[in-house]
């Protein structure tokens, strides 16, 4: 098989890609993927900062009026379901 063949490059990109080695080239999809993966990992995180977050103040909150107001505002704020 002659070495730039494209079934040999395919080969040594795997092979490069297996052995956590460099790759010569980077698709920009392969860019954009692991860029959309870190950035829903920063979110998930602040997300969960922000739950740790209220739920601490709706604990803290000195009157129950405020702790509904707390909660309400809370419950505003989902967006989504799990």
Do not use: W, Y
Not at 23 to 33: A, G, I, L
Not at 73 to 78: M, N, R, S, W, Y
């Amino acid at each position: 098989m002659c070495p730039n063949s494209p079934d040999n490059r395919v080969l040594s990109r795997l092979c490069r890609c297996i052995l956590g080695l460099p790759t010569e080239q980077t698709s920009q999809r392969e860019v954009q993927t692991q860029m959309n993966f870190a950035a829903k990992l920063r979110a998930r995180r602040a997300e969960a900062r922000n739950r740790k977050a209220v739920a601490r103040a709706i604990d803290m909150a000195t009157t129950p009026s405020m702790r509904h107001e707390l909660m309400a505002i809370a419950q505003a704020q989902v967006t989504t379901l799990r």
